[in-house]
């Protein structure tokens, strides 16, 4: 197992210090980069952690388990494309000519920009989400963030059948109905 | 909602639908309005804690960029200000910003300007001669008791100031504050100027900084030849 693929067993199994190295590793060089786009360096930042997070949720999602590239590669890959996004939306896309294509077929980038189509009930789900105990959070991020399916949430937290972690998540997500003031049906 | 309706709503969430439940699925969606609000609550649901995520690892990653003040390191920086403070302390008390320090540093007898001693003429100016005698020989105590004796006898304002002077210059200083500050110096006085420097003198070497202060801005306002070193030294006692 080279270094790559190690990196992204990691992720997958929740380890976050690994996320916070390639983090820091690869931030000064990255800004450097990023400065020739006249970009405030608070932007740039935020354009930065945008980019680790992609990165991060691809992992997670499975789409990057085998790796022909360097990690850095990839996240420079998700960086550029996190910029020209960027500059598009402030009006200055015709500065940036994006070279590496091929690589941004390996990688999903259409991760739904969830700043669209967010209404009332989302944000107040939002809020329900956070103030939920710590067990149900675990389970519903496992679930619907780190896009574990249930089998695999019962091994790593270690349930006996999968009907408890489904019976887990049941009672979670009535909780957080009940939270935020959505009645289920019967 | 039936079971199997839930089940096919989590392997679309887990991405594990077979091409027959993906149609299924699809079907419902459009005809089941009940299963089409149960996907569309999921998946807000999904979109609200991807929300919730992504704000919690932003907030990691910008305190992988300022490392966080942990509890502990309070005491480290009180540690250090009170290590500053006491170096600060010892450092002051080791050099001469000391008023005392700073009023040896300053003081010297004021030149003998009235009558200087180079002939031996004592006799015709008595009191007055054989006092600036004794001041210019350095017998600041003896000095002291003449120039009293002058201005006893002459009402002259220049004896009571060398009477001042002579007290300070024989290590009594604190003997020449009521001696100055008895007497009105006006500012055309030619004494006015240096009676002022030595009451600042004297104040500092007892440690009356705010006296000491106001003196000296009198010396620096008067523009005269100690109005430099009046400046001077109020800078070095940290005005």
């Excluded at chain 2, 996907?39 to 990653?61: M, S, W």
């Excluded at chain 2, 309070?74 to 320090?101: C, F, K, R």
């Amino acid at each position: 197992m080279n270094k790559e693929e190690r990196f992204v067993q990691d992720i997958r199994r929740g380890d976050k210090k690994k996320l916070e190295e390639i983090y820091s590793e690869n931030k000064a060089h990255f800004i450097s980069f990023a400065r020739k786009y006249q970009l405030e360096e608070e932007s740039i930042k935020d354009i930065y952690q945008e980019t680790i997070i992609v990165l991060y949720e691809n992992i997670l999602e499975g789409k990057l388990t085998t790796l022909k590239s360097s990690i850095k590669t990839y996240l420079f890959a998700i960086g550029k494309y996190k910029l020209i996004e960027h500059l598009r939306t402030i009006g200055k896309y015709e500065l940036v000519p994006f070279e590496d294509v091929s690589l941004l077929d390996e990688i999903s980038l259409v991760t739904e920009n969830v700043a669209d189509g967010l209404d009332e009930q989302t944000l107040q789900l939002k809020m329900g989400y956070s103030q939920l105990g710590e067990k149900c959070r675990e389970v519903l991020r496992m679930f619907y963030y780190d896009g574990k399916k249930l089998a695999e949430i019962q091994h790593l937290l270690g349930y006996e059948t999968k009907d408890t972690v489904k019976s887990q998540k049941s009672r979670c997500i009535k909780q957080l109905k009940t939270l935020v003031g959505v009645y289920e049906k019967q | 909602m039936k079971s199997n309706k839930e089940l096919l709503i989590e392997g679309y969430f887990e991405n594990s639908l077979s091409p027959l439940e993906q149609n299924e699925f699809e079907r419902l969606l459009k005809e089941d309005a009940e299963f089409a609000e149960a996907v569309a609550f999921h998946k807000k649901l999904k979109a609200a804690i991807r929300l919730e995520e992504r704000e919690k690892l932003k907030a990691q990653l910008d305190s992988v960029d300022k490392p966080p003040k942990p509890i502990y390191r309070w005491w480290y920086a009180a540690a250090a200000v009170v290590l500053i403070v006491t170096m600060g302390w010892w450092i002051s008390s080791q050099n001469h910003d000391q008023p005392e320090d700073l009023y040896f540093a300053y003081f010297e007898p004021y030149p003998n300007r009235v009558k200087p001693t180079v002939r031996s003429n004592n006799d015709q100016n008595g009191h007055a001669s054989q006092a600036f005698h004794l001041y210019d020989q350095e017998q600041f105590d003896k000095a002291a008791t003449a120039f009293e004796e002058v201005y006893k006898k002459t009402d002259q304002d220049y004896a009571l100031f060398y009477q001042a002077i002579s007290y300070m210059a024989s290590g009594n200083p604190e003997k020449a504050i009521p001696l100055l500050e008895q007497h009105e110096w006006e500012p055309e006085n030619p004494y006015y100027e240096a009676s002022h420097w030595y009451m600042a003198l004297a104040y500092l070497n007892d440690q009356q900084i705010p006296q000491t202060k106001s003196h000296l801005k009198k010396v620096i306002d008067s523009n005269g030849l100690l109005s430099g070193r009046a400046r001077k030294l109020l800078e070095e006692m940290g005005d």
